[in-house]
């Protein structure tokens, strides 16, 4: 339930109208109104006030809206993830495909334009790092957790954050091996030129 149906529900269980809430609470009538029919929200004083003349805790009166807030967020984020990754994917696949073809082609300007391509594609790489960090999703079930909106439980968090470690490492080590190969192609290249 929203907050405009739980403000129009408490005020008619109290049995009182818009005018008379809306003088307790130091605002218009059609202030109420837009509340109720969630025009417009109350600020966190008037929620105060309203969960005071209600009698209910401002926890469980805005329970509910927080609780739909957070999902629409994570969707977002689960929504914006999806995307970043499907760009990176295809980044990665231009690269490579690409590769052969622009170091075929006289001069450098083909080294030029896989360059860009490069540097996009770990710009790109860069977001996603940092999207991750800002969530605290580093290991692939952490991440697969996220994508399906999943906590991890206490436990399964501890060990994920556990092999953080060594997967850095491990990427490291990619990382340094594709340099590698990247140089000794570009190397290659360029001494066919």
Do not use: C
């Not at 907050?3 to 529900?9: D, L």
């Not at 329970?63 to 994917?89: C, G, H, P, Q, T």
């Not at 450098?108 to 940092?130: H, M, N, P, R, S």
């Not at 969530?135 to 991440?143: C, F, G, L, R």
């Amino acid at each position: 339930m929203d907050i405009g149906a739980r403000i129009k529900q408490y005020r008619e269980r109290q049995g009182i109208t818009q005018e008379e809430l809306a003088l307790k609470v130091f605002v218009s009538r059609q202030t109420i109104s837009n509340w109720e029919t969630n025009k417009s929200y109350p600020d966190i004083k008037s929620l105060t006030q309203l969960s005071n003349i209600f009698h209910v805790s401002l926890d469980d009166f805005i329970k509910a809206d927080v609780e739909e807030m957070r999902k629409i967020v994570d969707k977002d984020k689960i929504r914006e993830f999806n995307i970043l990754s499907y760009i990176f994917l295809a980044e990665i696949l231009i690269v490579m495909i690409s590769a052969y073809p622009l170091f075929s082609l006289d001069g450098y300007i083909g080294v030029a334009i896989w360059g860009l391509l490069f540097v996009i594609t770990f710009a790109t790489a860069a977001i996603i790092e940092k999207f991750k960090k800002n969530n605290d999703i580093q290991t692939y079930k952490e991440i697969i957790a996220f994508v399906e909106n999943k906590p991890l439980t206490y436990e399964e968090s501890q060990r994920e954050i556990g092999k953080r470690i060594y997967q850095k490492i491990l990427l490291a080590l990619l990382a340094g091996v594709i340099t590698l190969i990247t140089v000794i192609i570009v190397m290659v290249v360029v001494n066919h030129i």
